[in-house]
Protein backbone atom coordinates (compact mmCIF):
# COMPACT_ATOMS: atom_id res chain seq x y z
CA UNK A 1 0.00 0.00 0.00
CA UNK A 2 0.98 2.93 -1.06
CA UNK A 3 -0.37 6.41 0.65
CA UNK A 4 -1.22 9.44 -2.05
CA UNK A 5 -0.96 12.65 0.85
CA UNK A 6 -2.46 15.37 -1.79
CA UNK A 7 -1.51 18.40 -0.11
CA UNK A 8 -2.51 21.09 -2.58
CA UNK A 9 -5.22 23.59 -1.52
CA UNK A 10 -5.22 27.31 0.54
CA UNK A 11 -7.62 26.89 3.09
CA UNK A 12 -9.35 29.76 2.93
CA UNK A 13 -11.82 29.55 5.00
CA UNK A 14 -9.26 29.45 7.92
CA UNK A 15 -8.08 33.22 6.70
CA UNK A 16 -6.12 35.43 8.14
CA UNK A 17 -3.92 32.12 9.33
CA UNK A 18 -4.42 30.23 6.07
CA UNK A 19 -2.84 32.08 2.93
CA UNK A 20 -2.29 30.82 -0.27
CA UNK A 21 1.59 30.87 0.38
CA UNK A 22 1.32 28.98 3.42
CA UNK A 23 -1.92 27.50 3.35
CA UNK A 24 -4.06 25.07 6.97
CA UNK A 25 -2.26 21.83 6.08
CA UNK A 26 1.47 23.83 7.14
CA UNK A 27 -0.32 24.87 9.98
CA UNK A 28 -0.26 23.47 14.08
CA UNK A 29 -4.38 23.71 14.63
CA UNK A 30 -5.42 21.16 16.77
CA UNK A 31 -1.92 19.61 18.49
CA UNK A 32 1.67 20.44 18.10
CA UNK A 33 2.06 18.83 14.50
CA UNK A 34 0.93 20.29 11.45
CA UNK A 35 -2.01 18.55 9.53
CA UNK A 36 0.40 17.16 7.15
CA UNK A 37 2.44 16.26 9.65
CA UNK A 38 -0.75 14.50 11.70
CA UNK A 39 -1.48 13.07 8.30
CA UNK A 40 1.84 11.27 7.31
CA UNK A 41 1.77 10.11 11.23
CA UNK A 42 -0.91 8.06 11.10
CA UNK A 43 0.14 5.70 8.91
CA UNK A 44 2.12 4.51 10.95
CA UNK A 45 1.38 0.65 11.96
CA UNK A 46 -0.70 0.19 8.96
CA UNK A 47 0.72 -2.89 7.70
CA UNK A 48 3.25 -3.24 4.61
CA UNK A 49 2.44 0.57 3.88
CA UNK A 50 5.01 2.23 2.25
CA UNK A 51 6.82 5.64 2.14
CA UNK A 52 3.92 8.08 0.77
CA UNK A 53 3.41 9.90 -3.02
CA UNK A 54 2.88 13.72 -2.05
CA UNK A 55 1.56 15.78 -4.52
CA UNK A 56 1.96 19.28 -3.92
CA UNK A 57 2.26 22.62 -5.96
CA UNK A 58 5.53 24.28 -6.85
CA UNK A 59 5.49 27.16 -3.93
CA UNK A 60 4.86 24.46 -1.35
CA UNK A 61 7.74 21.68 -2.58
CA UNK A 62 10.19 22.70 0.76
CA UNK A 63 7.62 23.11 3.47
CA UNK A 64 6.00 19.85 2.52
CA UNK A 65 9.36 18.49 2.26
CA UNK A 66 10.72 19.40 5.31
CA UNK A 67 7.55 19.25 7.34
CA UNK A 68 7.81 15.49 6.59
CA UNK A 69 11.71 15.21 7.73
CA UNK A 70 10.98 16.83 11.19
CA UNK A 71 9.03 13.73 11.98
CA UNK A 72 11.43 11.34 10.15
CA UNK A 73 9.16 10.29 7.22
CA UNK A 74 10.47 11.07 3.76
CA UNK A 75 7.89 11.00 0.80
CA UNK A 76 9.32 8.01 -2.38
CA UNK A 77 7.99 11.01 -4.59
CA UNK A 78 7.11 14.54 -4.34
CA UNK A 79 5.27 15.49 -7.53
CA UNK A 80 4.76 18.52 -8.32
CA UNK A 81 1.99 20.73 -10.29
CA UNK A 82 2.22 23.40 -12.16
CA UNK A 83 -0.96 24.73 -11.75
CA UNK A 84 -4.24 23.44 -9.84
CA UNK A 85 -6.14 21.06 -11.54
CA UNK A 86 -8.07 19.06 -8.92
CA UNK A 87 -8.29 16.00 -7.57
CA UNK A 88 -8.41 13.89 -10.32
CA UNK A 89 -5.32 14.88 -12.20
CA UNK A 90 -3.27 14.62 -9.09
CA UNK A 91 -4.47 11.28 -8.10
CA UNK A 92 -3.67 10.64 -11.73
CA UNK A 93 -0.11 11.56 -12.07
CA UNK A 94 0.66 9.43 -8.12
CA UNK A 95 -0.92 6.58 -9.87
CA UNK A 96 1.52 6.67 -12.90
CA UNK A 97 4.49 7.49 -10.46
CA UNK A 98 3.39 4.22 -8.40
CA UNK A 99 3.18 2.20 -11.87
CA UNK A 100 6.35 2.96 -12.68
CA UNK A 101 7.67 0.74 -10.08
CA UNK A 102 6.83 -2.45 -11.75
CA UNK A 103 3.86 -3.70 -9.12
CA UNK A 104 0.46 -2.52 -9.28
CA UNK A 105 -0.13 -1.03 -5.26
CA UNK A 106 -3.15 -0.24 -3.71
CA UNK A 107 -3.10 3.57 -3.13
CA UNK A 108 -4.78 4.90 -0.37
CA UNK A 109 -5.60 8.24 -1.51
CA UNK A 110 -5.62 11.06 1.77
CA UNK A 111 -6.18 15.01 1.77
CA UNK A 112 -3.13 16.32 3.89
CA UNK A 113 -5.88 18.99 5.88
CA UNK A 114 -8.23 16.34 7.61
CA UNK A 115 -8.26 15.83 11.52
CA UNK A 116 -8.44 12.13 12.44
CA UNK A 117 -8.92 11.81 16.19
CA UNK A 118 -9.07 7.92 16.65
CA UNK A 119 -6.32 6.68 14.78
CA UNK A 120 -6.79 2.74 15.65
CA UNK A 121 -10.84 3.22 13.92
CA UNK A 122 -8.90 5.27 11.03
CA UNK A 123 -6.72 1.81 10.42
CA UNK A 124 -9.18 -0.63 11.32
CA UNK A 125 -11.12 0.95 8.21
CA UNK A 126 -8.14 0.84 6.19
CA UNK A 127 -7.94 -2.76 6.93
CA UNK A 128 -11.19 -3.36 6.35
CA UNK A 129 -11.43 -1.75 2.66
CA UNK A 130 -8.09 -3.61 1.79
CA UNK A 131 -9.73 -6.73 0.33
CA UNK A 132 -12.37 -4.37 -1.57
CA UNK A 133 -9.53 -2.65 -3.01
CA UNK A 134 -7.73 -5.55 -4.03
CA UNK A 135 -10.64 -7.18 -5.54
CA UNK A 136 -10.75 -4.22 -8.17
CA UNK A 137 -13.38 -1.96 -6.31
CA UNK A 138 -13.12 1.66 -5.89
CA UNK A 139 -13.73 2.14 -2.16
CA UNK A 140 -14.32 5.37 -0.84
CA UNK A 141 -14.83 6.13 3.33
CA UNK A 142 -18.22 7.43 4.55
CA UNK A 143 -18.08 9.25 7.55
CA UNK A 144 -20.62 7.85 10.17
CA UNK A 145 -22.82 11.04 10.66
CA UNK A 146 -23.19 12.76 14.05
CA UNK A 147 -25.14 15.51 13.20
CA UNK A 148 -27.41 16.76 10.25
CA UNK A 149 -24.37 18.40 8.38
CA UNK A 150 -25.27 20.45 5.93
CA UNK A 151 -21.60 21.37 4.79
CA UNK A 152 -20.95 18.19 3.85
CA UNK A 153 -21.81 15.78 0.68
CA UNK A 154 -23.31 12.84 1.08
CA UNK A 155 -23.07 8.76 0.30
CA UNK A 156 -26.07 6.72 0.18
CA UNK A 157 -25.30 3.31 0.58
CA UNK A 158 -26.83 0.23 -1.52
CA UNK A 159 -26.05 -3.50 -1.25
CA UNK A 160 -23.89 -4.99 1.11
CA UNK A 161 -20.74 -5.99 -0.83
CA UNK A 162 -17.44 -7.98 0.61
CA UNK A 163 -17.08 -7.78 4.61
CA UNK A 164 -18.09 -4.47 6.02
CA UNK A 165 -18.94 -2.55 2.94
CA UNK A 166 -21.95 -1.54 0.11
CA UNK A 167 -22.00 -0.41 -3.08
CA UNK A 168 -22.24 3.04 -3.65
CA UNK A 169 -25.88 4.29 -4.48
CA UNK A 170 -25.73 7.63 -4.55
CA UNK A 171 -23.07 10.70 -4.50
CA UNK A 172 -25.08 13.34 -3.32
CA UNK A 173 -24.51 17.06 -2.71
CA UNK A 174 -24.29 19.46 0.38
CA UNK A 175 -28.13 19.20 1.42
CA UNK A 176 -30.13 21.62 2.90
CA UNK A 177 -30.89 21.17 6.99
CA UNK A 178 -34.26 19.31 6.41
CA UNK A 179 -32.92 17.04 4.05
CA UNK A 180 -29.89 16.32 6.58
CA UNK A 181 -32.17 15.52 9.15
CA UNK A 182 -34.06 13.09 7.04
CA UNK A 183 -30.54 11.62 5.84
CA UNK A 184 -29.24 11.44 9.47
CA UNK A 185 -32.89 9.62 10.47
CA UNK A 186 -32.46 7.35 7.48
CA UNK A 187 -28.97 5.87 8.95
CA UNK A 188 -28.14 4.88 5.23
CA UNK A 189 -26.13 7.90 4.43
CA UNK A 190 -22.65 9.10 4.90
CA UNK A 191 -20.42 12.02 5.07
CA UNK A 192 -17.95 11.68 1.89
CA UNK A 193 -14.79 11.82 3.26
CA UNK A 194 -12.52 12.77 0.55
CA UNK A 195 -10.26 9.49 1.25
CA UNK A 196 -10.11 6.34 -1.03
CA UNK A 197 -8.45 3.20 -1.65
CA UNK A 198 -7.64 1.28 -4.84
CA UNK A 199 -5.29 -0.74 -7.13
CA UNK A 200 -3.13 2.24 -9.12
CA UNK A 201 -3.94 0.32 -12.13
CA UNK A 202 -8.05 0.29 -11.49
CA UNK A 203 -7.81 4.08 -10.85
CA UNK A 204 -5.54 4.92 -14.79
CA UNK A 205 -8.50 2.04 -16.24
CA UNK A 206 -11.72 3.75 -15.01
CA UNK A 207 -10.46 7.75 -15.09
CA UNK A 208 -9.07 6.25 -18.91
CA UNK A 209 -12.92 5.17 -19.71
CA UNK A 210 -14.52 8.20 -18.32
CA UNK A 211 -12.32 11.13 -18.71
CA UNK A 212 -9.79 9.77 -21.07
CA UNK A 213 -8.58 13.69 -22.01
CA UNK A 214 -7.20 13.85 -18.13
CA UNK A 215 -5.62 10.84 -18.56
CA UNK A 216 -4.07 11.61 -22.01
CA UNK A 217 -2.72 14.89 -20.48
CA UNK A 218 -1.53 13.67 -17.03
CA UNK A 219 0.65 10.96 -19.19
CA UNK A 220 2.27 13.45 -21.55
CA UNK A 221 2.48 15.83 -17.96
CA UNK A 222 4.50 12.49 -16.56
CA UNK A 223 6.20 11.13 -19.52
CA UNK A 224 7.81 14.75 -19.58
CA UNK A 225 8.62 14.58 -15.96
CA UNK A 226 12.31 15.70 -14.88
CA UNK A 227 13.56 15.24 -11.49
CA UNK A 228 14.93 18.39 -9.33
CA UNK A 229 16.28 17.36 -5.81
CA UNK A 230 13.91 15.28 -4.12
CA UNK A 231 11.53 16.61 -6.43
CA UNK A 232 9.45 15.73 -9.61
CA UNK A 233 8.26 18.07 -12.14
CA UNK A 234 5.82 17.25 -14.42
CA UNK A 235 5.92 19.17 -17.99
CA UNK A 236 3.82 22.40 -17.33
CA UNK A 237 2.09 22.74 -21.01
CA UNK A 238 1.23 19.24 -20.94
CA UNK A 239 -0.51 19.56 -17.54
CA UNK A 240 -1.80 23.06 -18.27
CA UNK A 241 -3.84 21.44 -20.64
CA UNK A 242 -5.52 19.04 -18.48
CA UNK A 243 -9.15 19.57 -17.88
CA UNK A 244 -9.97 20.39 -14.35
CA UNK A 245 -11.99 17.99 -12.50
CA UNK A 246 -12.25 16.29 -9.22
CA UNK A 247 -12.19 12.26 -8.54
CA UNK A 248 -15.69 12.38 -7.38
CA UNK A 249 -17.01 13.80 -10.48
CA UNK A 250 -14.66 12.15 -12.83
CA UNK A 251 -14.28 8.66 -12.00
CA UNK A 252 -16.66 7.82 -8.44
CA UNK A 253 -19.71 9.22 -9.31
CA UNK A 254 -19.16 7.22 -12.96
CA UNK A 255 -17.94 3.92 -12.14
CA UNK A 256 -19.66 0.82 -12.02
CA UNK A 257 -17.10 -0.21 -8.95
CA UNK A 258 -17.53 2.02 -6.39
CA UNK A 259 -17.80 1.04 -2.23
CA UNK A 260 -18.07 2.52 0.63
CA UNK A 261 -17.07 1.44 4.04
CA UNK A 262 -17.96 3.30 6.99
CA UNK A 263 -15.06 5.06 8.94
CA UNK A 264 -16.06 6.32 12.89
CA UNK A 265 -12.73 7.95 13.66
CA UNK A 266 -13.50 11.67 14.90
CA UNK A 267 -13.33 12.92 11.23
CA UNK A 268 -13.27 16.61 10.43
CA UNK A 269 -11.95 18.08 7.21
CA UNK A 270 -11.66 21.55 9.65
CA UNK A 271 -13.12 23.42 6.68
CA UNK A 272 -13.99 26.49 8.92
CA UNK A 273 -13.15 28.38 12.41
CA UNK A 274 -16.40 26.83 13.88
CA UNK A 275 -15.11 23.20 12.93
CA UNK A 276 -11.81 23.83 14.62
CA UNK A 277 -14.17 25.27 17.83
CA UNK A 278 -16.07 22.08 17.83
CA UNK A 279 -13.31 20.26 17.76
CA UNK A 280 -10.99 21.84 20.72
CA UNK A 281 -11.42 21.44 24.00
CA UNK A 282 -12.59 24.58 25.44
CA UNK A 283 -12.81 26.30 29.05
CA UNK A 284 -15.47 26.28 31.47
CA UNK A 285 -17.42 29.32 29.23
CA UNK A 286 -17.34 27.14 26.26
CA UNK A 287 -14.23 29.69 24.90
CA UNK A 288 -11.06 28.29 22.72
CA UNK A 289 -9.06 30.43 23.41
CA UNK A 290 -5.07 30.26 21.96
CA UNK A 291 -2.07 32.65 22.62
CA UNK A 292 -2.56 36.08 24.79
CA UNK A 293 -6.02 35.96 25.05
CA UNK A 294 -8.54 36.99 28.28
CA UNK A 295 -12.15 36.53 27.99
CA UNK A 296 -14.29 38.29 30.73
CA UNK A 297 -17.88 37.59 30.67
CA UNK A 298 -17.85 35.88 26.85
CA UNK A 299 -18.94 32.80 25.46
CA UNK A 300 -19.25 30.10 22.79
CA UNK A 301 -15.79 32.59 21.35
CA UNK A 302 -12.95 31.30 19.64
CA UNK A 303 -9.76 33.73 19.73
CA UNK A 304 -6.71 33.28 18.71
CA UNK A 305 -4.11 35.88 19.30
CA UNK A 306 -1.07 35.21 17.47
CA UNK A 307 0.89 38.54 17.83
CA UNK A 308 -0.50 40.34 20.77
CA UNK A 309 -2.78 40.66 23.77
CA UNK A 310 -6.28 40.37 22.88
CA UNK A 311 -9.52 40.63 25.36
CA UNK A 312 -13.27 40.32 25.16
CA UNK A 313 -15.74 41.01 27.18
CA UNK A 314 -18.84 40.73 27.17
CA UNK A 315 -19.58 39.03 24.02
CA UNK A 316 -21.24 35.85 22.55
CA UNK A 317 -19.92 33.53 19.84
CA UNK A 318 -17.50 35.29 18.11
CA UNK A 319 -14.53 34.28 16.28
CA UNK A 320 -11.53 36.85 16.76
CA UNK A 321 -8.08 35.66 14.74
CA UNK A 322 -5.31 37.92 15.42
CA UNK A 323 -2.16 37.91 12.99
CA UNK A 324 1.20 40.47 12.41
CA UNK A 325 -0.79 41.74 9.83
CA UNK A 326 -4.72 40.92 9.79
CA UNK A 327 -7.75 40.77 11.91
CA UNK A 328 -10.60 38.89 11.65
CA UNK A 329 -13.82 39.36 13.91
CA UNK A 330 -17.06 37.60 12.82
CA UNK A 331 -20.07 35.81 14.19
CA UNK A 332 -19.28 32.18 14.38
CA UNK A 333 -22.49 31.61 12.73
CA UNK A 334 -21.22 33.00 9.55
CA UNK A 335 -17.37 31.66 9.12
CA UNK A 336 -18.29 30.02 5.79
CA UNK A 337 -18.30 33.22 4.39
CA UNK A 338 -14.69 34.49 5.51
CA UNK A 339 -14.63 33.13 1.54
CA UNK A 340 -16.06 36.14 0.46
CA UNK A 341 -13.40 38.65 2.36
CA UNK A 342 -11.01 36.67 0.75
CA UNK A 343 -12.48 37.32 -2.65
CA UNK A 344 -13.07 41.23 -2.02
CA UNK A 345 -9.03 41.23 -1.10
CA UNK A 346 -7.96 39.54 -3.86
CA UNK A 347 -10.21 41.64 -6.33
CA UNK A 348 -8.44 44.66 -4.77
CA UNK A 349 -4.72 42.53 -5.42
CA UNK A 350 -4.19 42.99 -1.72
CA UNK A 351 -1.25 40.64 -0.50
CA UNK A 352 -2.63 39.69 2.62
CA UNK A 353 -4.43 36.83 1.33
CA UNK A 354 -1.51 35.26 -0.32
CA UNK A 355 1.38 35.78 2.37
CA UNK A 356 2.29 36.26 5.78
CA UNK A 357 4.43 38.79 7.15
CA UNK A 358 6.69 36.15 8.05
CA UNK A 359 7.67 34.46 4.90
CA UNK A 360 8.93 30.92 5.12
CA UNK A 361 12.11 29.91 2.81
CA UNK A 362 14.12 26.44 2.80
CA UNK A 363 16.98 28.28 4.63
CA UNK A 364 15.08 29.63 7.27
CA UNK A 365 12.05 32.53 7.04
CA UNK A 366 12.22 36.49 7.50
CA UNK A 367 9.52 38.41 9.25
CA UNK A 368 8.75 42.36 7.50
CA UNK A 369 9.05 44.02 11.10
CA UNK A 370 8.53 47.54 9.19
CA UNK A 371 8.54 49.47 6.11
CA UNK A 372 8.03 52.87 4.80
CA UNK A 373 9.06 55.13 1.82
CA UNK A 374 12.43 53.51 0.62
CA UNK A 375 13.15 51.27 3.39
CA UNK A 376 11.93 48.13 4.65
CA UNK A 377 13.35 46.63 7.92
CA UNK A 378 13.67 42.21 7.96
CA UNK A 379 14.15 39.83 11.31
CA UNK A 380 15.88 36.92 9.46
CA UNK A 381 16.56 33.58 10.93
CA UNK A 382 18.46 31.29 8.48
CA UNK A 383 18.92 27.50 9.88
CA UNK A 384 22.11 25.64 10.83
CA UNK A 385 24.49 24.54 7.72
CA UNK A 386 21.58 26.55 5.20
CA UNK A 387 22.79 29.39 2.91
CA UNK A 388 20.86 31.98 1.10
CA UNK A 389 21.51 31.93 -2.56
CA UNK A 390 24.23 33.90 -4.28
CA UNK A 391 22.52 37.06 -5.53
CA UNK A 392 22.54 40.69 -6.43
CA UNK A 393 20.17 43.42 -6.15
CA UNK A 394 19.76 46.53 -8.82
CA UNK A 395 17.97 48.89 -6.64
CA UNK A 396 18.56 48.23 -2.91
CA UNK A 397 21.46 48.38 -0.65
CA UNK A 398 21.40 46.09 2.58
CA UNK A 399 22.91 46.33 6.50
CA UNK A 400 23.02 43.19 8.14
CA UNK A 401 23.32 43.28 12.13
CA UNK A 402 23.64 39.84 13.61
CA UNK A 403 21.58 39.19 16.84
CA UNK A 404 22.57 35.88 17.58
CA UNK A 405 24.58 33.42 15.89
CA UNK A 406 27.52 33.68 13.51
CA UNK A 407 27.37 34.74 9.57
CA UNK A 408 29.45 33.92 7.04
CA UNK A 409 28.87 37.09 4.25
CA UNK A 410 30.06 36.62 0.83
CA UNK A 411 30.75 40.21 -0.72
CA UNK A 412 31.93 40.83 -4.15
CA UNK A 413 35.60 39.26 -3.70
CA UNK A 414 35.92 39.14 0.24
CA UNK A 415 34.64 36.22 2.66
CA UNK A 416 34.06 37.81 6.28
CA UNK A 417 32.86 35.89 9.45
CA UNK A 418 30.20 38.18 11.45
CA UNK A 419 29.24 37.46 14.77
CA UNK A 420 26.93 38.83 17.54
CA UNK A 421 26.67 42.76 17.91
CA UNK A 422 28.57 43.13 14.79
CA UNK A 423 27.20 43.96 11.59
CA UNK A 424 28.44 44.80 7.61
CA UNK A 425 27.02 46.42 4.78
CA UNK A 426 25.53 45.49 0.86
CA UNK A 427 26.39 48.19 -1.14
CA UNK A 428 23.99 48.25 -4.32
CA UNK A 429 25.02 45.94 -7.40
CA UNK A 430 27.32 44.28 -4.72
CA UNK A 431 27.40 39.87 -5.30
CA UNK A 432 26.51 38.55 -1.89
CA UNK A 433 25.61 35.27 -0.18
CA UNK A 434 24.20 34.90 3.70
CA UNK A 435 25.36 31.45 5.31
CA UNK A 436 24.72 29.76 8.98
CA UNK A 437 28.21 27.72 9.30
CA UNK A 438 27.07 27.20 13.18
CA UNK A 439 24.77 24.77 14.74
CA UNK A 440 22.50 28.02 16.11
CA UNK A 441 19.88 29.54 14.46
CA UNK A 442 21.74 32.68 12.85
CA UNK A 443 19.24 35.80 13.75
CA UNK A 444 19.96 38.85 12.16
CA UNK A 445 17.95 42.62 11.72
CA UNK A 446 17.93 43.73 7.54
CA UNK A 447 17.65 47.08 6.95
CA UNK A 448 17.01 47.45 3.22
CA UNK A 449 17.51 51.32 1.74
CA UNK A 450 16.80 52.15 -2.10
CA UNK A 451 14.31 52.99 -4.68
CA UNK A 452 12.40 49.46 -4.83
CA UNK A 453 12.37 47.06 -2.25
CA UNK A 454 10.39 44.20 -3.90
CA UNK A 455 11.45 40.26 -3.54
CA UNK A 456 11.49 40.08 -7.47
CA UNK A 457 14.66 42.42 -7.55
CA UNK A 458 16.75 39.31 -6.59
CA UNK A 459 19.16 38.29 -9.35
CA UNK A 460 20.54 34.87 -8.92
CA UNK A 461 23.37 33.30 -9.85
CA UNK A 462 24.21 30.11 -7.04
CA UNK A 463 21.08 28.18 -5.32
CA UNK A 464 21.82 25.48 -3.62
CA UNK A 465 17.61 24.88 -3.58
CA UNK A 466 17.11 25.51 -7.45
CA UNK A 467 15.37 28.47 -7.38
CA UNK A 468 15.46 29.89 -10.42
Given at each position: ?23 KQFLSLTGSDTMLQATALRLDGIEEVQAPIV ?414
Amino acid sequence: MIPVILCGGTGSRLWPLSREAYPKQFLSLTGSDTMLQATALRLDGIEEVQAPIVVCNEEHRFAAAEQLQEIGHKAQAILLEPCARNTAPAIALAALAALETGADPLLLVLPADHMVADVAAFQRAVAEASALAEAGHLVTFGIVPTRAETGYGYIRRGEAVGEGGWKVAEFVEKPDAATAERYLADGGYAWNSGIFLFRAARYIEELGQHQPEILDACRAAFAGAARDLDFTRVDAEAFSSCPEDSVDYAVMEKTESAAVVPMDAGWSDVGSWSALWELSERDDDDNLLHGDALAEDSSGCLVRADSRLVGLLGVRDLVVVDTDDALLIADKQRVQEVKRLVQRLNAASRSETRRHRKVYRPWGYYDSIDAGPRFQVKRIVVKPGRQLSLQMHHHRAEHWIVVRGTAKVTRGDEELLVTENQSTYIPLGVVHRLENPGTIPLELIEVQSGSYLGEDDIVRFDDSYGRV
